[in-house]
């Protein structure tokens, strides 16, 4: 496997994480909807790509990107609410059951992938929650 021997590479590789997860999660509700999941994606995307770069920011997501209840539960639920947020204020649907499925879809997507992260890390003998840094010495 790939061994991120850096903070900034665990970093650069969390918000990677979480800029495709949203993104498949916008091309996913496109095409379940028979609308082209490349087409208009951006105008789809943006909310929750800027949702989830403030979540980033208001959780200090770079100190422990991998973390699955102190990094993963707030992304998730600030991209959520400020992506709903964001769709209201320029006329896009927040349907309840668009606001259900986007909620926990994102959950799974956020913090699952932070869950499997965690727990190949700790299988591994490093930790999710301490700073790659810190993992790497013996």
Do not use: Y
């Amino acid at each position: 496997g790939v061994v991120l021997s850096s903070d900034r590479g665990r970093i650069l590789l969390a918000a990677v994480a979480d800029v495709v997860l949203v993104t498949v999660f916008c091309a996913i509700g496109r095409a379940s909807h028979d609308e082209s999941p490349l087409g208009g994606l951006l105008l789809t995307a943006w909310p929750f790509l800027a949702a989830l770069a403030a979540a980033w920011a208001i959780s200090l997501a770079w100190r422990r990107p991998f973390a699955v209840v102190r990094t993963g539960v707030p992304v998730w639920v600030v991209t959520v609410t400020a992506g709903m947020l964001l769709r209201t204020l320029v006329g896009q649907g927040t349907a309840p059951a668009f606001i259900a499925v986007a909620s926990v879809t994102l959950g799974v997507l956020l913090l699952g992938w932070r869950a499997v992260a965690a727990a190949l890390l700790r299988r591994s003998g490093r930790s999710a929650t301490v700073p790659a840094d810190e993992n790497m010495k013996a």
